[in-house]
T-cell receptor, first 114, second 113 residues
Framework: ETGVTQTPRHLVMGMTNKKSLKCEQHLGHNAMYWYKQSAKKPLELMFVYSLEERVENNSVPSRFSPECPNSSHLFLHLHTLQPEDSALYLC?????????????FGSGTRLTVV | AQSVTQLGSHVSVSEGALVLLRCNYSSSVPPYLFWYVQYPNQGLQLLLKYTSAATLVKGINGFEAEFKKSETSFHLTKPSAHMSDAAEYFCAVGYTGGFKTIFGAGTRLFVKA
């Protein structure tokens, strides 16, 4: 399998639940990202990992907890979410910090918090 | 602060007509510039990128974009729209040494039969 794979594609969770989003990249990239895409809002960068170390955390609430166990896998652990957290969560990967490599995105996880 | 502005949140064209999606950026250093496309219920897909080589960049699906430094613009064009081009398009700016790519707000393209 190639590219960036995200699971699950859809997730409905209650505000007291705990769930995790998974991202896997098969491209040999060394940087991975979580983005949040809400309706009528620009893409919001949440977290960046380079070589499995977090290099960016954009003031994301602590109810979102990322984990990067190796350069191919990225998780987003969710707990006690709010309805406004409902959105499309996109994972992306890129090669290094050159800025010019561009991102490869997964298809996203559509999260609904009820 | 660096920013990306996409003029027009919605653009509607007829099938076979020229597609022009506008993007302007603010930058104090030479940037890398990208266009991405997003189809419904999908992630973003890289259409093309400018990385300081040729100023006219050709991408997939017949799209191209021209980097104009004097105008700080990177507009996306396609000579003849197809129904399958209906999607949302994002302009983005990246920089050497940084991980933070800045995305525009997106332009939704509608193609009328």
């Amino acid at each position: 399998e190639t590219g960036v794979t995200q699971t699950p594609r859809h997730l409905v969770m209650g505000m007291t639940n705990k769930k995790s989003l998974k991202c896997e990249q098969h491209l040999g990239h060394n940087a991975m990202y979580w983005y949040k895409q809400s309706a009528k809002k620009p893409l919001e960068l949440m977290f960046v990992y380079s070589l499995e170390e977090r290099v960016e955390n954009n003031s994301v609430p602590s109810r979102f907890s990322p984990e990067c166990p190796n350069s191919s896998h990225l998780f987003l652990h969710l707990h006690t979410l709010q309805p406004e957290d409902s959105a499309l969560y996109l994972c992306a990967s890129s090669q290094g910090d050159r800025g010019g490599s561009g991102y490869t995105f997964g298809s996203g996880t559509r999260l609904t918090v009820v | 602060a660096q920013s990306v502005t996409q003029l027009g949140s919605h653009v509607s064209v007829s099938e076979g007509a020229l597609v022009l999606l506008r993007c302007n950026y603010s930058s104090s250093v030479p940037p890398y510039l990208f266009w991405y496309v997003q189809y419904p219920n999908q992630g973003l897909q890289l259409l093309l990128k400018y990385t300081s080589a040729a100023t006219l960049v050709k991408g997939i699906n017949g799209f191209e974009a021209e980097f104009k430094k004097s105008e700080t613009s990177f507009h996306l064009t396609k000579p003849s729209a197809h129904m399958s081009d209906a999607a949302e398009y994002f302009c983005a700016v990246g920089y050497t040494g940084g991980f933070k790519t800045i995305f525009g707000a997106g332009t939704r393209l509608f193609v009328k039969a």
